[in-house]
């Protein structure tokens, strides 16, 4: 039996690993950059046996949205166009998946590390480029509006500023780090 790259059970000294340790491993598809089909490689796809656990707990599979056991199986053989791909995107990344999967493979973060690269590509819902504009130029995620000042009043909360200090860290972050490059 030959399924993708990971590390040998009894070298992670997890009880419940040890029937896998006899499992020949093969590389990751060449569909996923290098630096990623590592990161997923670690994450020990092979492990994940498609048994659907993690999809009825998805509260967007439930509502026509992400379909995490082929999104898993999408990503453990690479077949993946990462430039494209619109499912990755409609997962709310409340973890449930990675809760259900008995044999911890975590689907929420490979979603997570597979909408890094594709974020990466220039894959991004255009409302995540509006709120990081906004976020680089205001150092809010949200527009200060009317509203927003009327309520903070009600609620009795001072005025909402970003000092100028405060903005010119966030743009020492933000070169230091991939949001930078986005």
């Known amino acids: ?39 997923l490689s670690q994450l020990e796809l092979w492990r994940c ?3 659907g656990q993690c999809t009825p707990v ?5 509502h026509g949205g992400i379909r995490t056991r082929e999104v898993m199986e999408r990503a453990s053989t ?20 990675s809760e259900r999967c008995q044999l911890g493979v975590d689907p929420a973060h490979v979603i997570t590390l597979l909408r890094n690269a594709a974020a990466q590509r220039g894959n991004r819902p255009e409302h ?16 200060r509006t009317g509203f927003t000042r009327k309520m903070r009043k009600e609620f009795s909360l001072p005025e909402l500023d970003v000092s100028e200090g405060t903005m010119e860290e966030l743009r020492r972050l933000i070169s230091a780090t991939r949001l930078g490059r986005l």
Do not use: Y
């Open 1 to 39: 039996m030959n399924l993708p790259i990971g590390r040998w059970a009894h070298e992670k000294g997890d009880k419940r690993r040890r029937r896998w340790a006899g499992v020949r491993k093969v590389a990751l598809r060449p569909g996923l950059e290098d630096e990623l089909r590592d990161a």
């Open 49 to 51: 046996h498609q048994c």
């Open 58 to 62: 998805c509260p967007s599979a439930r």
């Open 78 to 97: 690479g077949a993946m166009d990462l430039s494209m791909d619109q499912e990755i995107w409609k997962c709310v990344m409340c973890n449930s998946c």
């Open 128 to 143: 995540f480029a509006e709120e990081l504009r906004l976020f680089t130029s205001s150092g809010m995620s949200f527009p």
